[in-house]
């Protein structure tokens, strides 16, 4: 059976894309899923979170598989580890070139990080549009939430205005995130019984009960 493929797409830089990418690929890793996690961004910057990561736990230690390609290869890697894998978690560029468009085409679900900011709402819309242009489902996560900000409920209300889904899962501005991706982990992985790894596993199982 083929796997579940998220691509996790913005084309606004400094959304959390790479970091959110990593979060869900090992949250699933952890309920012992087969999981696969594809860099596909030319920045690479998953490809140095793993290599820390591999550094830090051991190579046979992981827990998941991850392959860094761009250009004509991406689509067959991530056709063949969809072959191999329960999961796989796709990091897409942040600009509309050929790889996004490959990386949203072969995916189950788009998974759109966006801060709740009027200048991140308004360029979302891309994104947004990309999806539906290649015919796959998208919902929106809202990404480094600050507490207590009357202005994420605008932001939110103005995200529906879209006709987008946005999930009802949120993470929040934590430090946590940033620190465990220091070492090549996660939240969950670090601290599991903090904010942010409540938030990332509450996510992950959202977005499994969407596909």
């Known amino acids: 059976m083929a ?36 860099d596909i961004d030319p920045q690479s910057t998953l490809a140095a979170w793993f290599a820390a990561r591999a550094a830090h736990l051991g190579p046979e ?41 490959v990386a949203v085409r072969a995916a189950d679900l788009v998974v759109i990080p966006t801060q709740p900011s009027p200048l991140d709402v308004w360029a979302t819309l891309p994104t947004l549009q990309l999806a539906a242009k290649e015919k796959r489902p998208s919902v929106l996560v809202l990404n480094r939430v600050p507490p207590r900000a009357l202005l994420t409920e605008r932001m939110a209300e103005a995200l529906a205005g879209y006709e987008a889904e946005i999930a009802k899962a949120r993470l929040g501005a934590r430090v946590a995130f940033a620190e465990s991706m220091a070492d090549g982990l996660t939240a969950p992985e670090t601290k599991p019984s903090s904010q942010a790894a409540k938030e990332i596993r509450a996510l992950a199982q959202e977005l499994l009960r969407k596909v």
């Open 61 to 101: 230690a992981v827990g998941l598989r991850f392959e860094n390609v761009t250009g004509w290869r991406a689509a067959k890697a991530v056709e063949q580890l969809a072959r191999e894998s329960d999961m796989v978690v796709v990091d897409s560029p942040p600009h509309a070139e050929t790889e996004a468009r």
């Open 3 to 38: 796997a579940t493929i998220f691509t996790v797409a913005q084309q606004k830089g400094g959304a959390g894309k790479s970091t959110l990418a990593a979060h869900l690929a090992v949250a699933w890793a952890l309920k012992r899923k087969r999981v696969a996690l594809v």
